[in-house]
T-cell receptor, first 114, second 115 residues
Framework: ETGVTQSPTHLIKTRGQQVTLRCSSQ?????VSWYQQALGQGPQFIFQYYREEENGRGNFPPRFSGLQFPNYSSELNVNALELDDSALYLC?????????????FGSGTQLSVL | GENVEQHPSTLSVQEGDSAVIKCTYS??????FPWYKQELGKGPQLIIDIRSNVGEKKDQRIAVTLNKTAKHFSLHITETQPEDSAVYFC??????????????FGQGTILTVHP
């Protein structure tokens, strides 16, 4: 177990709706990254948060947004859900930027968009 | 952007045999290379990693080798056990700039170890 916890574990939404996924980072970790993993593929980087600011972003549209809170927990928000957003969403935490590159993942939230 | 190719996509071995998974990458500035194991219903678990200034690293039955000139790295598992069965992912990171936290993953290898 990594100590990274995500909620909920499973979620079903319909196209056009909005969703919020939550993540608590491992103790002592102040950096949180979010990844999308489609079935049968490797995870893809969405963005990273460090000190409550977005610190890097992958090739995802603006309807994917996030927040990081003072306790280093984080949220991923997705607006106007599309069928292709169905995937496993993974949160990973790490020590301070530049200190360690090791990312530790949670078990993910399985999102189904109908 | 970075491109990571992973082979084979599936690998079946007998218990006790060795397993080797290979990855190639495109960005010569990449400098951190982790391997993750993902079991059904779980997130990826970091099993071993290597930095660009090291050619080989070993942790019990698991080893990783890196050839920076050829831009490829490999995962070696010796004396495989049924509990090694899982999906294995290689990943690549280039430190600095806007790339913090941006691991680029391979497509994954489904390893099956038969008792």
């Amino acid at each position: 177990e990594t100590g990274v916890t995500q909620s909920p574990t499973h979620l079903i939404k319909t196209r056009g709706q909005q969703v919020t996924l939550r993540c608590s980072s491992q103790s002592g970790h102040n950096t949180v990254s979010w990844y999308q993993q489609a079935l049968g593929q490797g995870p893809q980087f969405i963005f990273q948060y460090y000190r409550e600011e977005e610190n890097g972003r992958g090739n995802f549209p603006p309807r994917f947004s996030g927040l990081q809170f003072p306790n280093y927990s984080s949220e991923l928000n997705v607006n106007a859900l599309e069928l292709d957003d169905s995937a496993l969403y993974l949160c990973a935490s790490s020590l301070a930027r530049g200190v360690s590159d090791k990312l530790f993942f949670g078990s993910g939230t399985q999102l189904s968009v109908l | 952007g970075e491109n990571v190719e992973q082979h084979p996509s599936t690998l079946s071995v007998q218990e006790g045999d060795s397993a080797v998974i290979k990855c190639t990458y495109s960005d010569s500035a990449s400098n951190y290379f982790p391997w993750y194991k993902q079991e059904l219903g779980k997130g990826p678990q970091l099993i071993i990693d290597i930095r660009s200034n090291v050619g080989e690293k070993k942790d019990q039955r698991i080893a990783v080798t890196l050839n920076k000139t050829a831009k490829h790295f490999s995962l070696h598992i010796t004396e495989t056990q049924p509990e090694d069965s899982a999906v294995y992912f290689c990943a690549v990171l280039r430190q600095g700039g806007t790339s913090y936290g941006k691991l680029t993953f391979g497509q994954g290898t489904i390893l099956t170890v038969h008792p």
